[in-house]
Nanobody, 127 residues
Framework: QVQLVESGGGLVQAGGSLRLSCAAS????????MAWFRQAPGKERECVAA????????FYAESVKGRFTISRDNTKNTLYLQIDTLEPEDTAVYYC????????????????????WGRGTQVTVSS
């Protein structure tokens, strides 16, 4: 089973930046499609960004486009999420997710599409 461990969360003021990391176990990272999800209290888990195994195709939720950047370093088995211009609405637990299957269209944004999950890292944005 793939093991995912997130890090980089914390408490920041609105307008600040964070870089989240997701370290993956094993040698299969390079063939995994990856995504970042977030879940705020009382809300459903939502996909904010996804990236194809090759890194050449990315997806962003409209609410974060222009502020979030997803990337990966397959030599380090690590997924990243650069978050700029943080807003209080970004406060949530951020989860790393992975799947081996090829995803099409809206499937990229569905939590049910992903087989492997980290435990999450808390991002709190103050006003």
């Amino acid at each position: 089973q793939v093991q995912l461990v997130e890090s980089g969360g914390g408490l920041v003021q609105a307008g600040g930046s964070l870089r989240l990391s997701c370290a993956a176990s094993g040698r299969s990272f390079s063939i995994l499609n990856m995504a970042w999800f977030r879940q705020a209290p009382g809300k459903e888990r939502e996909c904010v960004a996804a990236i194809r195994w090759s890194g050449g195709i990315t997806f962003y939720a409209e609410s974060v486009k222009g502020r979030f950047t997803i990337s990966r370093d397959n030599t380090k088995n690590t997924l990243y999420l650069q978050i700029d211009t943080l807003e209080p609405e970004d406060t949530a637990v951020y989860y790393c997710a992975a799947v081996r299957s090829t995803l099409y269209g809206s499937a990229w944004a569905l939590a049910s599409s992903y087989d492997y999950w980290g435990r999450g890292t808390q991002v709190t944005v103050s006003s």
